[in-house]
């Protein structure tokens, strides 16, 4: 299982989030430079980033700084937030990223989740966050009438090979992931899920592998000091 320790970039910082509440905001990290080098000396392959201002508004402030640390990371990194078309996916793929995310534009716009998955195949990842089981959006400050599971059913249709799925009421909590919802969602589709929101500690990664999810993206739980990165990794064993 690979392990993906995550950044998420608002105004410039490396902070988190609780619930995905915009007014929780806080700074983890004086440097994210630094950050991405602890994450790499602790064994990590791949990172995860989001940028929240994109994933909010569809701009991308954070652009220059994300692409320097994609560069200077020595990571494989997959990145999400703001990306609404195709000059975005291509930007950051052909700029360095490993793989981008398609969050809110893959509900509202399969046509460019296929023409996505066309050109890039499993270089492209949807993000499914769920609040209540019905699928956000607009960096979780809107919430469709869209079952999480109906939408990770089309777009398995799509042909797209990874899902990163959150519950929303896990993210930045450290309570634990919705290990039942992981499960639902690994029984209705044949994609590589990817775990993120709510992982505490290294029981969770244990058990997270037990399930045999592809990914598990852990945020808080490094920046608090509940989970060893370095442990983690070994845990999760082979990186991808």
């Not at 080098?37 to 652009?63: C, I, Y």
């Not at 700029?95 to 509202?108: D, K, P, T, Y």
């Not at 045999?212 to 608090?224: D, T």
């Amino acid at each position: 299982m690979i392990i993906l320790p995550a950044i998420d970039i608002k105004d410039g910082n490396c902070v988190r989030l609780k619930k995905g509440d915009f007014g929780t905001v806080h700074k983890v990290s004086e440097n994210p430079f630094e950050t991405a080098k602890s994450f790499k000396a602790a064994g990590a392959e791949w990172m995860h980033m989001v940028d929240l201002d994109g994933a909010k508004t569809g701009q991308r402030p954070n652009r220059e700084l994300i692409l320097k640390l994609i560069k200077e990371s020595g990571l494989n990194v997959e990145i999400g937030g703001g990306i609404r078309d195709m000059d975005c996916v291509r930007d950051y793929l052909e700029n360095g990223a490993a793989r981008v995310i398609l969050g809110s534009a893959a509900l509202e716009n399969k046509e460019f989740v296929k023409q996505a998955v066309a050109e890039y195949g499993d270089r492209i990842a949807v993000g499914i966050d769920a609040k209540d089981r019905k699928v956000a959006t607009k960096g979780w400050l809107n919430t469709s009438n869209v079952d999480f599971i109906d939408f990770a059913k089309e777009i398995e249709q799509l042909n797209v090979k990874y899902i990163i799925f959150t519950d929303i009421s896990c993210d930045g909590m450290l309570t634990g992931p919705n290990f039942a919802l992981l499960k639902e969602l690994q029984n209705a589709v044949s994609c590589n899920i990817i775990a993120s929101g709510g992982i505490r500690d290294i029981d969770n990664i244990s058990e997270l592998c037990k399930m045999g999810v592809y990914g598990a993206i852990c945020g808080k739980s490094i920046y608090s000091g509940t989970l060893d990165l370095k442990e983690a990794v070994k845990i999760g064993g082979l990186q991808k």
